[in-house]
Each structure stands twice: as structure tokens, then as C-alpha cells.
């Protein structure tokens, strides 16, 4: 169906219900701008201005400046500062000015001298003073979005801003770089052009592959993240197979292995494992933590080797993991830029901490056993402390992340621990919790990956027996888990949660002492 010229134009206006201010992105490098009052909002206006037009020659008039102003602006050729106390010809030449006094009678002498000579005006004291309001700015390289709340609420317009700058991909930028490319060759006239690029950008609006539409992007940035998941981890299955399969080498051995399989199944209990996986997947199911360490606290129990423990979790986890974490990509709960900066350390860390394990794990199993045992129990008493801790809205965002990644894919490969450390850390230090469990749990799914590929690859510990039983035992408590999810009190599930934890640490460790 073809669309006309004149439709094209309505379908694109929405009616203004209840805001009426009328957006306009201004050259402002080119205007002549002052600020009267030198005080916290004086400098918050300032510093919009200079981020977004740095260009901008701004004068800033107040009878004092507060000293984080005359920081801000020291060295910066383009702010003028005058101190003076305001008179009506300070107005002069100008084409913007913007009050931010402390007197609300002087405020509107302002705004009544700059509309006598022609100025349009901001104040920040009183709304129904402004000519036009300062927004909420979110920029994208060439996107910018500007937030306004009809005055309503700025910190609403604020924390808009936060959700749209994690949310919009960082590749938004080269979208508009190549559709710019694209646009200076299409032909045809005005009606066929805007029919050729509603074509090209439909997929944006369909929330497909942003990348698709655009022609030049890599072959990367074309696939989806979720097909790149599942290829992933359909590789990483099959490459430790191969790996496997490359180790036991000759078809004697093979048999041998099959024998010492079924031997080891009667042997360390198959039951006790699949009860392992059901309680992890139930619980980690239902509040998107704990498998690692659940898992591998009852695995304890039952006598199997640490390396064999923490190999086999890990691979059972990356699926369980890996469905968890595709779900949060698809709901869009993913930081695609958080991902990357806990993906890399989380890997390393979690390849250096199954190598630790599979040096030490097998020769001093013994011993390691009521250390990785007090760490749990470590970890059962953050969990306790989840459910007493409030979030902190007001801290700064914690950005420096790559340590906590580091030293939580390391210190995972012992026993689990990636989501109450990593994930609980980031939350405490000020991070969203919906996208610091999304990006979390994907980047677990790497890190296991890596952890596995160390401990089949490199290390040649795979327990196909342990893994089965945990992965069975996870199908069978993964569809009650999700029933579960969202109708149980999450405080008093991290308070008995926490304690099986500690319990079972502590038994392990009391059974050390008494040996
Ligand atoms: C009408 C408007 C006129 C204008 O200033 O342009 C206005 C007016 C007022 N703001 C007040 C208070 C606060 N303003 C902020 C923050 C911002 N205010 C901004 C814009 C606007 N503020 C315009 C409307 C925009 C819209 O339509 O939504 C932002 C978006 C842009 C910018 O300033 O650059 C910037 C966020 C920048 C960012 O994204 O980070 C915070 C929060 C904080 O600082 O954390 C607080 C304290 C908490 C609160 O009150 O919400 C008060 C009461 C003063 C008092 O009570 O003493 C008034 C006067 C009144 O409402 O009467
Ligand atoms: N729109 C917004 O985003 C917000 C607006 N406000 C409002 O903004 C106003 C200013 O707040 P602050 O900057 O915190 O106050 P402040 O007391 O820190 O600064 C006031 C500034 O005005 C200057 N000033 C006062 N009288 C003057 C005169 N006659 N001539 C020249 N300079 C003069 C002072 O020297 C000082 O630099 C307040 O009325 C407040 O209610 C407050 C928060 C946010």
C-alpha cells in the first residue's frame, strides 16, 4: 500500500495532550547567552549549556560566584564572569538570558527587562516566568533527546534520561551515519524517498536486528544476540565433546570410560545429584540467584572431587544460565556496554580460578574442602544480608567494575558465588537492579563458558554423570520455579535460602575439625 505525501506528513504529528511546550534544538553556538546568579543552579544551567554547545560564549553575571562555579569555569575561554550586582542594561546585546537568582522579586524584574528588549527568557525560580524550559538531555553521538515533564518533574525528567542512555544502543549512532550515507543516494522525488526510508527503518520500529537494516554493518553487529548464544553455546558443547572425546582417544578407552561411568553413577549416588539440581534450579528459578552456590554446597555432601564438583555445575549452570539470560536480553533488560566491561575480567577470572582448581582441587581435595565450605558459608551470610539491605538510590554509580568481575569469576569457579557477589555488589554501589541482574546473569553465561572449556579442555575433567543428574534435576524444578517466582516473599526465601547455606557449610567444615 502506498502512502501519499500529505498522509505520510499527519500520520508523523501527534496531538499535544497536556504538554504543550513546543520542542526546538537550538544553534546556540550562535546566539548570545547570560545567567544571572552564580549559585548551585547558576553552574547546573552552565554546565548543560557548555556540554551540549561548547562553543557557546556564555556570560555569567551574580554579585558572588560559589567557588564550584569558579572552578568550573577557570581556564575555559568561552564563560565570561562579571561580578556585579544585576541592572536592567547588563541585558544588552543579548538574545537568551537565564535567571538564577535566590529572589523570586528579582527574578521577575529580569524576565520582565529581558522581554521589554526582546530576550527570550529562562527562569529557574518560576515556571510560569519561562519563555522555555531546559530538558533533560540524552545524546547518542548524532541522537540527541530532550525530556521535559511540562514542569512537573524534573527528577522524573532525570532519571527518564538514566533508563534511555542505558537502554539505547551505543550502534544507534552508526544507524544514523549510514542512513545518512543512504539518503544523499537515493533518487526519485520527496513522496518516493520517504517511502524508500520508511522501508529501510521499519525493522527499527519492529524492534528487529537494528543492525540488518543498515547494509554496511559487519556480519557481528547482523546476527542477533540471541542467535550468538545459542550458536555459542551449541559450540562450546560441541568443542567439548570433541575435547572429550580427542582425550579418551582410543575406542578401548572409550568402553573403559562407558564401565567407569556407570560404576561411578552407582557410586556417588545419582539421586543426591539430581536432588542437587532440582533445589538449585527451584530456587535459583525463583530469585535469580544461588544455583552455583547451592549446587555445589550439596555436592559437597556427597563426596565427589572439588574439580569434578565445581566442572560440573559450571556446565550444568550454562544452560540454565544461558535460557535465563537470553530471556533478559529479549525483555531488553541487558546494558550492552556493562555486558562488555564485566564480560572480559569475569572470563579471565573465571579461567584463572578453574585453573587453580584443577591444580589444587584433586591433590589437596581434602584440605580445600572446609576453605571453599567457610566461603559458602561467606556467601550464605550475603545472601541473609540481601534480604535485609535497602538500596542506596542516592550513591554513586559504582563504575569502576572490572575488579569486582575479576575477583567474582575467579573466585566462582570455586563454588559459585557469581550473583551474590558480582550482582549484589553492583546493586549496593547504586546500579539499576533490573539491568545489573540481566547484564549479570549473560555475563555468567560467558564466564561459565569459559570456566567449562578450561576444566574439559585443559584440565580433562568432565563428569557427565554429576552434570546429568543436575541438569535433570533442573528440568524438573524449572517450570515450578517459574510458577513460583513472584508469588513467595523474596525476603524470607533469602533468609531460609541463606541459612541451608550456612548449615551445610557448616557441616562440611565441622567434619573437617572432628577428622
Ligand atoms: C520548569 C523548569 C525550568 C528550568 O529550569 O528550565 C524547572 C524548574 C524547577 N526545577 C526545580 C527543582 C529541580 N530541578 C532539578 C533538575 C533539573 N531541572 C530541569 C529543568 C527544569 N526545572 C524545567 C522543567 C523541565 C521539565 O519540563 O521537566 C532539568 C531537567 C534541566 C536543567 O536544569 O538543565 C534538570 C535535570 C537535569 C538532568 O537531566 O540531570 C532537580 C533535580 C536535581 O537537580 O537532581 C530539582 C530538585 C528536585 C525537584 O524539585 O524535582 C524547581 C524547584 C526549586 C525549589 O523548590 O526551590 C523548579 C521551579 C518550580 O518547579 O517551581
Ligand atoms: N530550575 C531548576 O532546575 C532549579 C531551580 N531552583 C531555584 O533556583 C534559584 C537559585 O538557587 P541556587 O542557585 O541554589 O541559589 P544560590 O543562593 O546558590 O545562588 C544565587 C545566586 O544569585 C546571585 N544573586 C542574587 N542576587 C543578585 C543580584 N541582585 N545581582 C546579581 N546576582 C545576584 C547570588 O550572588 C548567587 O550567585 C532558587 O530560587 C531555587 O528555588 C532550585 C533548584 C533547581
Known amino acids: 500500500m502506498k502512502e501519499t505525501l500529505p498522509e505520510i506528513i499527519q500520520s508523523n504529528q501527534g496531538e499535544a495532550i497536556g504538554n504543550k511546550l513546543f520542542p526546538i534544538f537550538l544553534k546556540l553556538e550562535e546566539l548570545k547567552i547570560i545567567i544571572i546568579g552564580g549559585g548551585n543552579v547558576g553552574l547546573e544551567k552552565l554546565t548543560a549549556l557548555c556540554k551540549n554547545a561548547p562553543a557557546t560564549q556564555i556570560t555569567v553575571l551574580a554579585n558572588k560566584f560559589s567557588p564550584e562555579l569558579l572552578h568550573f569555569a577557570k581556564n575555559k575561554s568561552t564563560i565570561l564572569l562579571i561580578t556585579k550586582s544585576y541592572e536592567n542594561s547588563d541585558l544588552n546585546g543579548f538574545q537568551i538570558a537565564i535567571s538564577a537568582v535566590n529572589d523570586s522579586t528579582l527574578s521577575k524584574q529580569i524576565t520582565d527587562d529581558a522581554h521589554d528588549k526582546g530576550l527570550l527568557v529562562n527562569a529557574a525560580d518560576k515556571p510560569e516566568y519561562c519563555d522555555f524550559y531546559l530538558s533533560s538531555i540524552v545524546t547518542k553521538g548524532n541522537l540527541k533527546i530532550a525530556i521535559s515533564t511540562n514542569g512537573k518533574s524534573p527528577t522524573v525528567a532525570k532519571r527518564l534520561k538514566e533508563i534511555l542512555t542505558d537502554t539505547l544502543p551505543e550502534e544507534i549512532d552508526q544507524t544514523l551515519e549510514n542512513m545518512s550515507s543512504i539518503r544523499q543516494k537515493l533518487t526519485g522525488n520527496l513522496p518516493q524517498k520517504i517511502i524508500q526510508l520508511n522501508a529501510i527503518t521499519k525493522t527499527l520500529i519492529e524492534g528487529e536486528s537494528k543492525a540488518t537494516t543498515m547494509g554496511k554493518s559487519n556480519w557481528l553487529s547482523s546476527l542477533s544476540l540471541t542467535k550468538i548464544i545459542i550458536f555459542g553455546s551449541l559450540l562450546a558443547i560441541f568443542f567439548m565433546v570433541l575435547g572429550y572425546a580427542i582425550i ?27 536432588l542437587a539440581g532440582f533445589l538449585a534450579q527451584l530456587v535459583d528459578g525463583a530469585m535469580g540467584m544461588g544455583y552455583g552456590v547451592l549446587s555445589t554446597t550439596f555436592l559437597l555432601q556427597s563426596g565427589v572431587s572439588i574439580a569434578a564438583v565445581s566442572s560440573s555445575v559450571h556446565m550444568a ?117 533490573k539491568y545489573t ?41 524449572a517450570p515450578i520455579a517459574a510458577k513460583l517466582s513472584g508469588k513467595l516473599n523474596l525476603k524470607t526465601m533469602f533468609i531460609c535460602v541463606g541459612s541451608l547455606v550456612i548449615l551445610c557449610s557448616l557441616k562440611v567444615i565441622w567434619s573437617a575439625i572432628m577428622k
Not at 542506596?392 to 568481575?405: F, H, R, S
Not at 555468567?444 to 535433570?472: D, P, Q, R, W, Y
Open 317 to 433: 549452570e550454562m544452560f540454565s544460565v544461558g535460557a535465563a539470560g537470553i530471556s533478559h536480553y529479549k525483555y531488553k533488560h541487558v546494558n550492552k556496554k556493562l555486558l562488555l566491561r564485566l564480560a572480559i575480567p569475569g572470563a579471565i577470572g573465571a579461567i584463572c580460578g578453574a585453573l587453580f582448581i584443577g591444580a589444587f582441587g584433586n591433590k589437596y581435595g581434602k584440605m580445600l574442602r572446609p576453605f571453599i565450605s567457610v566461603y559458602t558459608m561467606y556467601l550464605g551470610i550475603r545472601i541473609i544480608q540481601k534480604a535485609f539491605k535497602k538500596r542506596n538510590k542516592d550513591k554513586k554509580k559504582l563504575t569502576n567494575v572490572t575488579p569486582v568481575a575479576l575477583s567474582g569469576g575467579f573466585l566462582d569457579a570455586f563454588g559459585g558465588g557469581w550473583g551474590p557477589l558480582v550482582t549484589s555488589t553492583l546493586i549496593s554501589g547504586g546500579r539499576d537492579p
Open 437 to 477: 541482574i540481566g547484564t549479570s546473569t549473560l555475563t555468567k553465561f560467558f564466564t561459565s563458558i569459559c570456566s567449562t572449556a578450561t576444566f574439559v579442555f585443559v584440565l580433562g575433567e568432565a563428569h557427565f554423570n554429576v552434570i546429568a543428574g543436575l541438569i535433570f534435576g533442573g528440568l524438573i524444578a
Open 248 to 274: 579418551s582417544n582410543l575406542p578401548p578407552t572409550w568402553i573403559a570410560n562407558i564401565q567407569s561411568y556407570s560404576d561411578q553413577l552407582s557410586k556417588t549416588n545419582f539421586y543426591w545429584m539430581l
